[in-house]
């Protein structure tokens, strides 16, 4: 994020906070969410992103129904797409690399398997507003409208096997090892519609099972290598009632 956005994002948050009632500033509650996640890919050569994550929210009071929200936390995606080292344009395979394992393959002494594999980390940082059936009852249900930023940083790994033969002595060794890229790195807009089923078990603690979906606005420069046009996540959360 430049250190513009950074500012503007501050702002506009100072002014949601001042424009809000004092009841707003009572905490309501804090809660934990872990869940899976599935993504949709805007990029056809990508079979599938998913992956585990969690999230942390804090709760605030504006009414007997409604709460303004904030939320943040970490998901981990595993990218599924076949020969990514080469559809990436990884500078390094390319230029160098590439050409030894392409000399190894033709090699009879030389077995070589190459897998390659990406990561996507994504850092959510949002607020918005909840409505709530009926905050007191035992059983209740939750709409949730978020919106702002989605930090990630993916990177591509491969991992190589290579085995070496020296039929002379009738002996094969082998060995594995990770090659790393360059990770790449940016931020982009996203908005959180979300729905959940809530169960208060007691006066203090609250449990629930939630659906979300997050879509993701990426037009930014440093968006071009975030692959996601939105994603599906399933959490179950424990919510810890002031």
Do not use: C
């Not at 599924?80 to 390319?94: C, I, K, S, T």
């Not at 009926?134 to 209740?140: D, E, I, M, T």
Request: charged share 20%.
């Amino acid at each position: 994020m430049t250190k513009q956005n950074f500012r503007i994002t501050i702002f506009m948050l100072i002014l949601l906070f001042s424009a809000m009632p004092l009841s707003a500033l009572t905490l309501e509650n804090l809660s934990v969410h872990a869940g899976y996640a599935l993504g949709s890919q805007k990029d056809s050569l990508i079979q599938s992103v998913r992956g585990p994550g969690y999230e942390i929210r804090l709760d605030w009071r504006l009414s007997k129904r409604w709460s303004f929200r904030m939320n943040s936390g970490h998901w981990y995606f595993s990218i599924d797409q076949d020969n990514a080292h080469r559809v990436l344009e990884w500078p390094y395979w390319q230029q160098i690399y590439g050409y030894v394992v392409y000399l190894a393959e033709n090699n009879p002494a030389f077995d070589v398997k190459v897998d390659p594999r990406q990561d996507l980390k994504i850092k959510p940082v949002e607020a918005g507003l909840l409505w709530t059936s009926n905050k007191s009852s035992r059983l209740q249900v939750s709409l949730s409208l978020l919106g702002g930023a989605s930090f990630y940083r993916r990177q591509l790994y491969i991992e190589e096997y290579w085995t070496k033969h020296f039929p002379s002595i009738d002996y094969s060794f082998s060995y594995d090892f990770q090659n790393r890229s360059d990770a790449k790195s940016g931020w982009v807009w996203n908005f959180t519609p979300g729905v959940s089923l809530n169960w208060r078990i007691s006066d203090y603690i609250l449990l629930s099972a939630e659906s979300i979906y997050r879509f993701y606005l990426n037009n930014r420069k440093d968006g071009d290598f975030f692959p996601l046009e939105n994603h599906l996540q399933i959490e179950a959360g424990v919510h810890f009632i002031y």
